[in-house]
Each structure stands twice: as C-alpha cells, then as structure tokens.
C-alpha cells in the first residue's frame, strides 16, 4: 500500500502561483511514476502532469503546458507541482497519483492506470 497526502493548495488571484506538495508513505516511492489530476465542480477528472520513477521524463497537458512544472525528490517521498500565471480555469481540486506499475514506456494520462491517490487538495484562483 502507499499513503499519498496532497498539501499547499489556497485562494490565490490570477496570475500567481502556489506549490503542490504530495508526500508519499509505504512502499517505495521511487519505484512509482507519479501524476496529478484535477477535478473542476461539474466536471471529470483530468489529467494535469506526470513525471517517471527517477524523474527523467514529463508530460503535461495542453492546458498547463509551459505554465506548470511537475519534479519530485525521491529522497523524501514527494512529488511537487509547481503552478505559475494560475488562471480561473485552474480553479479545483487537485490530487496526486502513483502508477505502480515499474518503468512504463510512457507516462499514463488517464486515470484508471493509477493505483493509489491522495485526498486532494483545493485550488481556487479569483479573477
């Protein structure tokens, strides 16, 4: 089993940043790809960022692209996410994921592939 805990969301205005922490209890931590998704009032959830095992690999989406960075630290179990120029549109909440599955060809974007999730963490950006 692995234990995620999401923090560091809040109320920011548009055009600032926050930093989502994601730390991560149980079994090995860097032997996981990890992702974030997010989930708006009304909508699915979706995917926003993923990083492979030892770090080397990213993926975004469209939507986030060049505004966002994903990173993680393996010697402390945690994965961040780094949000820059935040609009309304990222207004949700966020939550972290890890991939158990070892060394994957490629970072998962969608939900299903993802074992264990954390309880999420809001984001709320005024205009």
């Known amino acids: 089993q692995v234990q995620l805990a999401e923090s560091g969301g809040g109320l920011v205005q548009a055009g600032g940043s926050l930093r989502l922490s994601c730390a991560a209890s149980?079994?090995?931590?860097?032997?996981?790809?990890m992702g974030w998704f997010r989930q708006a009032p009304g909508k699915g959830r979706e995917f926003v960022a993923g990083?492979?095992?030892?770090?080397?690999?990213?993926y975004y989406a469209d939507s986030v692209k060049g505004r966002f960075t994903i990173s993680r630290d393996n010697a402390k179990d945690t994965v961040f996410l780094q949000m820059n120029s935040l609009k309304p549109d990222d207004t949700a909440v966020y939550y972290c994921a890890a991939d158990s599955v070892f060394n994957r060809l490629r970072i998962a974007t969608t939900s299903d592939v993802y074992d264990y999730w954390g309880q999420g963490t809001q984001v709320s950006v005024s205009s």
């Open positions: 990083i492979n095992w030892r770090g080397s690999n990213t």
């Open positions: 149980g079994r090995t931590f860097s032997n996981f790809a």
